[in-house]
């Protein structure tokens, strides 16, 4: 059960309600996570750009979106966010990643598993041993990332792994409720991202940061529902 009432569209103050459009724009729709996020709702309107680009495919990112997946599946089924690896496995179906490779890089024998190649395995084994924090001492396993990814690109797997084993216990100490599966499946026409979208909601972000934060945050509050 939820530990925090969400805020929803249709009780929102105007400034969330905005802001909820952009969610849906860049991540495809409005998500249990946003809806309690708002509750502080000028730290959710920052988390949302850095989120969106780490995650998603667009030009300013150099991994494509199926490799991002295969990080957050993999750190979201180590940890048992069972909320994160709903998403997640709607997201990679979309970015070509099958049931059978969900299988098998849920397992521990993923590395000798002919449905992914060297990079892939790489990737997913990185993210392994980073939820494990057992990266730092494994020069054996950051090695091998090493002779297959770019500086840049070793970069972009550690930001997704970091942020999605921050994202996968917030989502599990707040007991976030998974959405129903059609709304679910909305998360899929989201992989890709235009980069003037993301332009867009800066240039809003920036119009509209106030000088006072009390009246928002507390009118965020009293349009909570009641759990």
């Known amino acids: 059960m939820a530990r925090i009432p969400r805020i929803n569209p249709e009780n929102a103050p105007a400034e969330i309600k905005e802001f909820y459009d952009a969610v849906t724009g860049l991540i495809g729709r409005v998500p249990n996570a946003y809806r309690t996020l708002?509750?502080?709702?000028?730290?959710?309107?920052?988390?949302?750009?850095?989120q969106s680009t780490n995650q998603r495919e667009w030009p300013g990112s150099r991994l494509s979106g199926k490799m991002k997946e295969m990080v957050v599946i993999k750190t979201s089924h180590i940890n048992?966010?069972?909320?994160?690896?709903?998403?997640?496995?709607?997201?990679?179906?979309?970015?070509?990643?099958?049931h059978e490779q969900v299988i098998s890089m849920s397992s521990d024998d993923y590395l000798k598993?002919?449905?992914?190649?060297?990079?892939?395995?790489?990737a997913i084994e990185w993210a392994e041993h980073m939820t494990k924090n057992t990266a730092r001492e494994r020069d054996d396993v950051y090695n091998r990332v090493k002779s297959l990814f770019s500086d840049a690109e070793i970069i972009e797997l550690t930001l997704i792994c970091g942020m999605f084993n921050m994202i996968n216990r917030l989502?599990?100490?707040?007991?976030?409720?998974?959405e129903s599966q059609p709304e679910?499946?909305?998360?899929?026409?989201?992989?890709?991202?235009?980069?003037?979208?993301?332009?867009?909601?800066?240039?809003?972000?920036?119009?509209?940061?106030?000088?006072?934060?009390?009246?928002?945050?507390?009118?965020?509050?009293?349009?909570?529902?009641?759990?």
């Open 38 to 50: 708002a509750h502080a709702p000028f730290l959710a309107m920052l988390f949302l750009p850095f």
């Open 80 to 98: 048992g966010c069972e909320y994160c690896f709903a998403h997640n496995t709607a997201l990679g179906a979309a970015a070509g990643i099958s």
């Open 184 to 227: 679910v499946d909305k998360i899929k026409g989201s992989l890709f991202i235009d980069p003037k979208k993301i332009k867009t909601y800066l240039h809003w972000l920036a119009d509209n940061w106030p000088d006072e934060f009390d009246d928002l945050n507390r009118r965020a509050s009293e349009a909570a529902e009641t759990i």
């Open 171 to 178: 989502n599990d100490t707040l007991g976030l409720e998974i």
């Open 113 to 122: 598993s002919e449905l992914f190649d060297d990079r892939e395995k790489a």
